[in-house]
């Protein structure tokens, strides 16, 4: 099944070649795909687990797949995903050239992100993280311009950069490791490891940040502001909301499930690695206050917001883990739905300024009310899920005993809060309240079904998981105990 989930979007998009330019070809069988996918993920949330061996490149060094506890959340977030945004395409797409090209790199990378949802070891993980970047490249240049090429360019620069770091990384963990299978509490070899110390520490410093940088961590963050303005709004929100957790994955296979959290715990490495999460955060929403242009600010919010996981991860406690589990969770279909929101009003009125929908309010209210409903969630007003993920975040700082950060990043996290409300509900306030004299343009259909339906369905998903947490975060929480 495991091998399936990776084979359904490859053999859909082997065949939309085939189909030429005819529309409604491309929608099923991509929509067939999509649908699918869905279905066998919901299959496989039932199953308790499950091993495959693709192939082996040496005696030592296999290609193979396993299901875990945090193989499903995220195999979860992917096919729930791409689901809705692949829908939302459907109609964003219609005027624009190589629709059946985009669709292909799209099922592409989503078999990417399974397959390394599915790793069973850092070889594996690593074939399909270098997989992703390549496969979703296409997606930012999709228009061929020269400002996407430039952008497509920036975004595999920075991804290959931060995996050849990473690499790295693996070089070490295979000299000083017993094994670079995935076990929960580290595989390091303390016989190999004495005297050695200070260089897996480097080795993990580096390979945390090689990572790192496709979920947007300083200081390999930039490519994400450059890529989000000039990618198509699919694009954008599978980048941010989905593909960006790939890094956030690579760094929970790393740290717990490879050098484990006993070798690093309170080292120059882990307060380094926390310094650089809490500035991440801060820095993101700031910038993200200062910009103007409504794609680009909520690519510099998945800056801050990718970092409020990663900060949860690195205080490497069963609660602060849950908060991380639950804030990419939550955040895929936070920030999945803002980009779809911020496509919409892209496409439906030319405008890609903030200050450019004042009284739109009127005209597209139904994308609006799922822009305020997701922006409260993403800002941690309860009872919306982003609230629930905050609350464990900052109880796992407060209770884990790291000195400083106790206290300081609950109030990064709180300073963050403020400057999110700062830069997404002004966008609500302008929109419903021009001001008098203000003539709000005409009504228009919101792009039809297939855009605004993903849309206030991923809002309504937001709202439902805060207010009935409990199971999740039952859920998640048991994920985050099998980790240590």
Same mark, same amino acid.
């Given at each position: 099944?495991?091998?399936?989930?990776?084979?359904?979007?490859?053999?859909?998009?082997?065949?939309?070649?085939?189909?030429?330019?005819?529309?409604?070809?491309?929608?099923?069988?991509?929509?067939?795909?999509?649908?699918? $996918?869905?279905?066998?993920?919901?299959?496989?949330?039932?199953?308790? %687990?499950?091993?495959?061996?693709?192939?082996? /490149?040496?005696?030592?060094?296999?290609? %193979?797949?396993?299901?875990?506890?945090?193989? @499903?959340? &995220?195999?979860?977030?992917?096919?729930?995903?791409? =689901?809705?945004? +692949?829908?939302?395409?459907?109609?964003?797409?219609?005027? $624009?050239?190589?629709?059946?090209?985009?669709?292909?790199?799209?099922?592409?990378?989503?078999?990417?992100?399974?397959?390394?949802?599915?790793?069973?070891?850092?070889?594996?993980?690593?074939?399909?993280?270098?997989?992703?970047?390549?496969?979703?490249?296409?997606?930012?240049?999709?228009?061929?311009? @020269?400002?996407?090429?430039?952008?497509?360019?920036?975004?595999?620069?920075?991804?290959?950069?931060?995996?050849?770091?990473?690499?790295?990384?693996?070089?070490?963990?295979?000299?000083?490791?017993? !094994?670079? $299978?995935?076990?929960?509490?580290?595989?390091?070899?303390?016989?190999?490891?004495?005297?050695?110390?200070?260089?897996?520490?480097?080795?993990?410093?580096?390979?945390?940040?090689?990572?790192?940088?496709?979920?947007?961590?300083?200081?390999?963050?930039?490519?994400?502001?450059?890529?989000?303005?000039?990618?198509?709004?699919?694009?954008?929100?599978?980048?941010?909301?989905?593909?960006?957790?790939?890094?956030?994955?690579?760094?929970?296979?790393?740290?717990?499930?490879?050098?484990? !959290? +006993?070798? =690093? &715990?309170?080292?120059?490495?882990?307060?380094?690695?926390?310094?650089?999460?809490?500035?991440?955060?801060?820095? +993101?929403?700031?910038?993200?206050?200062?910009?103007?242009?409504?794609?680009?600010?909520?690519?510099?919010?998945?800056?801050?917001?990718?970092?409020?996981? /990663?900060?949860?991860?690195?205080?490497?406690?069963?609660?602060?883990?849950?908060?991380?589990?639950?804030?990419?969770?939550?955040?895929?279909?936070?920030?999945?739905?803002?980009?779809?929101?911020?496509?919409?009003?892209?496409?439906?009125?030319? @405008?890609?300024?903030?200050?450019?929908?004042?009284?739109?309010?009127?005209?597209?209210?139904?994308?609006?009310?799922?822009? !305020?409903?997701?922006?409260? %969630?993403?800002?941690?007003?309860?009872?919306?899920?982003?609230?629930?993920?905050?609350?464990?975040?900052?109880?796992?700082?407060?209770?884990?005993?790291?000195?400083?950060?106790?206290?300081?990043?609950?109030v990064v996290l709180l300073v963050s809060a403020l400057l999110t409300a700062g830069y997404l509900l002004p966008? !609500?306030?302008?929109?419903?309240?021009?001001?008098?004299?203000?003539?709000?343009? %005409?009504?228009?259909?919101?792009?039809?079904?297939?855009?605004?339906?993903?849309?206030?369905?991923?809002?309504?998903?937001?709202?439902?998981?805060?207010?009935?947490?409990?199971?999740?975060?039952?859920?998640?929480?048991?994920?985050?105990?099998?980790? &240590?």
């Open positions: 099944m495991m091998i399936l989930m990776i084979l359904v979007p490859v053999l859909a998009a082997a065949v939309l070649p085939f189909l030429g330019e005819d529309r409604k070809k491309i929608h099923l069988v991509a929509g067939a795909a999509l649908v699918l $996918e869905a279905l066998l993920a919901l299959y496989m949330l039932t199953v308790p %687990a499950a091993e495959a061996v693709l192939f082996s /490149m040496t005696e030592t060094l296999t290609v %193979a797949l396993r299901m875990d506890g945090v193989s @499903k959340v &995220f195999m979860a977030i992917a096919a729930f995903g791409f =689901l809705p945004t +692949g829908i939302y395409a459907f109609k964003y797409l219609e005027h $624009e050239e190589g629709e059946g090209r985009f669709f292909v790199f799209f099922l592409l990378s989503e078999a990417a992100l399974m397959g390394m949802d599915f790793s069973r070891n850092l070889i594996t993980m690593y074939f399909f993280f270098e997989m992703i970047t390549l496969l979703s490249m296409p997606l930012v240049l999709h228009d061929r311009s @020269k400002e996407s090429v430039r952008a497509a360019m920036k975004y595999l620069f920075y991804s290959v950069a931060g995996a050849f770091l990473a690499l790295g990384c693996i070089f070490f963990l295979n000299r000083y490791a017993t !094994t670079l $299978e995935f076990n929960a509490g580290g595989n390091l070899d303390a016989a190999k490891l004495a005297g050695h110390e200070t260089l897996l520490l480097v080795a993990a410093f580096l390979g945390v940040i090689g990572f790192g940088a496709k979920a947007g961590l300083y200081p390999l963050h930039g490519w994400l502001p450059t890529a989000h303005p000039v990618a198509p709004a699919p694009a954008s929100a599978v980048l941010s909301g989905i593909i960006a957790k790939a890094g956030v994955l690579a760094v929970i296979r790393l740290v717990f499930f490879s050098f484990g !959290t +006993g070798f =690093l &715990f309170g080292t120059w490495v882990h307060k380094a690695w926390l310094a650089l999460a809490l500035l991440t955060v801060f820095m +993101g929403s700031m910038m993200a206050y200062r910009e103007k242009v409504f794609k680009k600010r909520l690519a510099y919010s998945s800056v801050s917001q990718i970092s409020y996981v /990663m900060t949860g991860l690195l205080f490497l406690t069963p609660e602060s883990v849950t908060g991380g589990l639950l804030h990419v969770l939550f955040h895929a279909c936070i920030k999945v739905c803002l980009f779809l929101v911020a496509g919409s009003f892209i496409h439906n009125t030319g @405008k890609h300024n903030v200050d450019e929908y004042r009284g739109y309010g009127k005209s597209m209210p139904v994308t609006l009310w799922a822009f !305020t409903i997701a922006s409260l %969630a993403l800002i941690g007003i309860p009872p919306a899920s982003g609230f629930v993920s905050k609350w464990y975040l900052a109880m796992g700082a407060l209770n884990s005993g790291m000195g400083v950060f106790t206290w300081l990043a609950p966008v !609500t306030i302008n929109g419903f309240f021009p001001g008098e004299g203000f003539k709000a343009p %005409a009504r228009n259909d919101e792009g039809g079904k297939t855009m605004w339906l993903p849309v206030v369905l991923l809002s309504a998903g937001t709202l439902v998981m805060g207010i009935v947490s409990q199971p999740i975060v039952g859920w998640l929480a048991s994920v985050a105990a099998s980790m &240590f």
